[in-house]
């Protein structure tokens, strides 16, 4: 089968390229090369030949016919002016050629149908300007590649120009602010680490930021990949923490840390799964100072707190209560020292072979959350152990670098998983065996592109991830690479949510209730291990709950008047006593208060929602105001129905088509008119 030509896909800064299917590789004899060779040129002729035949019996019928001779005119003229009309839209030379090619036939078909195709000029016209107008086609077309067979583009090859010649786009996916591009490569010449190498090159011609190209390599075709451009940063505004994913559940349920920047939440799964094929998570978190690492730490913990069967170990001897101390309540041994984080690896070294032996003894290959309910024989269950490892470069230099390497090794199989943070993951601060041990990172921004190695895999840096293009000037935006999240989502930057002390002191208090206490047998290990450091640990309190007193409830049912004596005599006592033994009056009289009637809320579609937060902001314009965020939209939830953060992904929407603008306030964005933005 010929290449087939299709559109040119635009993009800001040009053209992608063209799509065009791969030929099909023949292996005949030199009739069948040929014929091959020949059947892309061969349209026109057949074209002109079909005209010649058809004015034959064209002749028969409408010789000498005044009608025919009308009809014939009206249609050579209407057919010309609709091919002038429908080449708008192509360059004007097209244009042209079409025109005046489809005006001299259907000029020669009416004069052949009327007097014959053999009087007068006719026959030579016919071979003469019907071969010239077949030919003058081929000319084009001829044009339209290089002398390899490739298509060249209106504008010299966008690819072409970054050093992917001969690269075809074979298919395109357009989202409002996402676009994606199957890539064919040229076999043998080109492999997708050279698309990797053109990255930053190609970024620059669509003039969008480094990290906002990547590619990701086709897993099972090294001359195919996926080229994906995200023209602007829909993550500026941050997303604030919309509450618990999976309130009270499990800790196998994927823990929801932030959302990527399509909009898909970003997160992660800790417990290993064995019908998804996926293992249990240790962690390396890593990003310099200021990059939001230690906040989206406390996020996952706030998740992490929310659900019913796990513990978590937490320790950060640099800065001890400034970070973890609104979840301090919530977590089974918090070691804020380096002696009780040494004391703490030490524990966590003797609770992995006690915790193996529970799971094999009463039949489990690797936790799961059956294993933290009461067993068959009455025996308690054991819950998840979370071990998180806060600012653990001071850890390993008061220690030895090599200190998490065997617990990493170890602990997937004892229900335990191992979270590692620190700002460098460098060979001076953590060995090797550690960080290939530990598995799955989450980066957030980094210094340069030597420490981005450190953390990240090949495949990740190799499609577009660039961490060092943060720094410090985009805390929480973060690469995860981690099991159960997808390749296609290594390279793909997200944001951590925006969690406030109060959300974290809120889900403390609320989910104190549900949430699992240290099994007997993490327990004893650890107190066999390790003493008094454990059974004498810190426990801290929950932070006190609101008085009812601070809160006013006001309602509307008016004062109630009791018609009955609460003395036992029917006096008044000078004291005011009351005598708890004395019989109660009869009943008289028996007062409803009706609760307060709640309309019943309906979720309404998912097109009829998004029409209501357009007329909301219709609204809000017309009412004067100039800034508005997510919050002033979910005043009207009613109205929708719809979360916080479905809202927040609205807004971001109305950012992308222009209707709003983002101000230099978190949260706020201003009103673009109308007609300004349809402009």
């Not at 003493?531 to 810190?538: C, E, V």
């Amino acid at each position: 089968m010929p290449r087939q030509q299709q559109p040119a896909v635009q993009l800001d800064g040009g053209q992608i390229g063209y799509l065009q299917l791969d030929p099909n590789q023949h292996s005949g004899g030199v009739g069948e090369y040929l014929l091959h060779r020949v059947k892309p040129y061969l349209p026109p002729w057949l074209v002109t030949a079909g005209t010649g035949i058809l004015s034959v019996p064209a002749t028969i019928a409408w010789t000498g016919s005044a009608a025919g001779a009308v009809g014939l005119t009206l249609a050579s003229l209407g057919l010309t002016s609709a091919t002038w009309w429908a080449g708008k839209n192509t360059s004007p030379q097209r244009r042209l050629h079409s025109a005046i090619t489809v005006a001299a036939g259907t000029s020669w078909f009416t004069a052949a149908s009327l007097a014959g195709p053999l009087a007068g000029p006719l026959p030579g016209l016919y071979f003469i300007g019907g071969a010239a107008l077949a030919g003058s086609w081929n000319v084009r077309q001829l044009l339209r590649v290089n002398a390899d067979g490739t298509p060249a583009s209106a504008d010299g090859g966008l690819l072409e120009k970054v050093g992917l010649a001969k690269t075809m786009v074979t298919g395109a996916k357009v989202q409002p602010n996402k676009a994606e591009f199957d890539l064919q490569l040229p076999g043998g010449e080109l492999t997708p680490d050279d698309v990797s190498k053109a990255l930053p090159r190609l970024a620059g011609a669509l003039k969008v930021a480094k990290n906002a190209v990547r590619v990701v390599p086709d897993s099972e075709d090294s001359s195919r990949a996926t080229l994906t451009v995200v023209p602007h940063d829909l993550l500026k505004a941050g997303v604030p923490y919309p509450g618990p994913s999976h309130p009270g559940g499990s800790i196998a349920d994927p823990v929801h840390v932030g959302i990527y920047e399509d909009g898909a939440d970003m997160a992660m799964f800790f417990p290993g799964d064995p019908e998804a094929g996926r293992n249990a998570m240790h962690l390396l978190g890593m990003g310099m100072t200021g990059a939001g690492k230690s906040e989206g730490g406390l996020t996952a913990l706030t998740e992490v707190s929310t659900r019913r069967d796990v513990i978590v170990w937490a320790s950060d001897p640099a800065k001890a209560e400034q970070t973890l101390g609104p979840l301090l309540p919530a977590l089974d041994w918090a070691a804020l020292t380096v002696d009780d984080t040494k004391a703490m690896i030490t524990a966590l070294r003797a609770v992995i072979p006690a915790r193996t032996s529970w799971l094999a003894r009463y039949g489990y290959k690797q936790w799961e959350p059956a294993c933290a309910e009461t067993q068959a024989d009455g025996s308690p269950g054991m819950p998840y152990l979370l071990a998180w490892f806060e600012e653990a470069a001071k850890t390993i230099r008061e220690t030895d670098d090599d200190v998490f390497t065997g617990i990493a090794q170890e602990a997937r199989s004892a229900g335990v998983s191992l979270v590692v943070s620190l700002q460098r993951a460098s060979g001076s601060q953590m060995s090797t065996d550690t960080r290939a041990s530990l598995g799955s990172s989450w980066v957030f921004g980094l210094r340069d592109d030597r420490d981005a190695a450190f953390a990240l895999p090949d495949e990740a840096l190799d499609a577009g991830a660039a961490p060092q293009a943060w720094r410090d000037k985009k805390p929480g935006y973060s690469y995860l690479v981690a099991n159960g999240i997808p390749e296609t989502f290594w390279a793909t930057p997200g944001r951590a949510y925006l969690t406030p002390v109060e959300a974290m002191s809120w889900a403390v208090v609320t989910f104190a209730g549900i949430r699992s206490g240290c099994d007997p047998v993490t327990a004893k290990a650890a107190a066999d291990a390790v003493g008094p450091a454990f059974t004498q640990r810190t426990r801290y309190p929950l932070p006190a709950a609101p008085d009812d007193d601070d809160t006013v409830y006001e309602q509307e049912t008016g004062p109630v008047d009791y018609d009955y004596d609460l003395t036992a005599d029917g006096d008044d006592d000078a004291d005011g006593w009351i005598d708890p033994e004395a019989e109660l009056p009869p009943v008289e009289r028996v007062v409803q208060i009706a609760p307060p009637e709640i309309p019943p809320r309906t979720k309404v579609g998912k097109s009829e929602a998004q029409r209501i937060m357009v007329d909301l902001l219709d609204e809000f314009e017309a009412a004067g105001l100039t800034e508005v965020g997510p919050a002033d939209f979910m005043e009207h939830c009613d109205r929708f129905n719809r979360s916080r953060s479905w809202v927040s992904g609205q807004v971001s929407d109305m950012v992308a088509n222009g209707r709003l603008a983002e101000t230099g306030d978190a949260g706020r964005y201003r009103i673009v008119p109308l007609q300004h933005a349809a402009a």
